[in-house]
């Protein structure tokens, strides 16, 4: 019998299923952060293959801002109904009101920045001392900085300068009292790593992802925002009908999206190829409040 011969998206796979393990084995309390996004739904479906016909060991957590995309919350809800898990949903309008929060007014204003404070609460809460979210190296440069294993203090910072080694694919997650580990299974992985399997496990996904037409808010001439309430209309923003997919789905507020054709996986993986810029310096305003923006939120406790 020939021998079945392994490609780079088995590898990966394997690499993420062994996380997700490790977490189980490692941890007492971990959860999966999911916001109904491509890279969570795909850690959904790695944790099927890596623990099914038996439930999650752990819940599913969404921090909800209060401004997500109507698709990708009733695509959240279809998807938990239908695998029957757990999960827990915790809202940043709640912490706002109970933390007596500033919430950023004006152009761009986003409740991105506050979803740290109700994300260490539930942390807290619930006592989890692993969270494992979807977070990749190639998106931005502070999470290429990051391990897959990545150990927060008692306050949810992350400091750069204290990571652990992480060689031959052995992953230290010893804490101490207070402390917890996020956990990137597939920081490995691409953008076009990420289609590639969608398309190759035939992973159902939001309609948002696709092209289809949409009102959207022109900013600058450049960025192309979904038209929301949520948005504070600027007097040199313009009302436009365009054609449009979004190549990441974050809050309404600060997630741009891209026009484009593709209605296909294999239009979405053509237009990738094609990209100079990735998915997050192409469409997350959120990420240009400064040079290091990523960074110092996620020196504060941010995902």
């Known amino acids: 019998m020939k021998e079945k011969e392994f490609d780079y998206l088995d590898l990966l796979e394997f690499e993420a299923i062994h996380i997700l393990r490790e977490v189980a084995g490692q941890f007492e309390r971990p959860a999966l952060l999911f916001s109904g996004g491509k890279d969570s739904i795909t850690l959904v479906h790695l944790a099927l293959k890596a623990f099914r016909p038996g439930k999650f060991p752990f819940p599913l957590v969404h921090i909800d ?34 933390k007596k929060l500033i919430e950023p007014k004006g152009k761009n204003a986003s409740r991105n920045a506050l979803q740290t404070y109700t994300l260490l ?28 294993f990545s150990v927060r203090d008692e306050f949810g910072q992350w400091d750069p300068k204290k990571q652990r080694p992480e060689l031959w694919n052995i992953y230290n997650g010893k804490i101490q009292k207070g402390e917890n580990v996020r956990v990137f299974p597939i920081s490995n992985w691409t953008e076009l790593d990420v289609w590639n399997y969608i398309k190759r496990e035939k992973i159902e996904l939001p309609s948002i992802y696709f092209s289809h037409e949409r009102t959207c808010i022109l900013r600058d001439g450049k960025q192309l925002m979904a038209k929301t309430d949520l948005i504070q209309l600027e007097s040199d923003d313009v009302i436009v009908e365009k054609k ?24 979405i993986i053509e237009d990738i190829k094609q990209s ?10 959120d990420d240009r409040i400064s040079e290091t923006g990523m960074e110092d939120r996620k020196k504060g406790g941010y995902f």
């Open 121 to 148: 609460d539930t942390i807290e809460e619930f006592e989890f001392d692993a969270c494992i979210g979807g977070a990749r190296r190639d998106e931005e440069k502070a999470r290429a900085k990051e391990r897959i």
């Open 65 to 98: 801002t209060g401004h997500n995309f109507p698709e990708a919350i009733d695509f959240r809800d279809q998807l938990v109904k239908k695998l029957d898990e757990k999960l827990v949903v915790r809202f940043v309008e709640d912490t706002i009101k109970k």
């Open 244 to 267: 449009v997919r979004f190549r990441t789905v974050g809050d309404m507020t600060c997630t741009a999206a891209v026009e484009s054709d593709a209605s296909t996986l294999d239009d």
């Open 276 to 285: 100079k810029i990735s998915e997050r310096g192409a469409t997350r305003i």
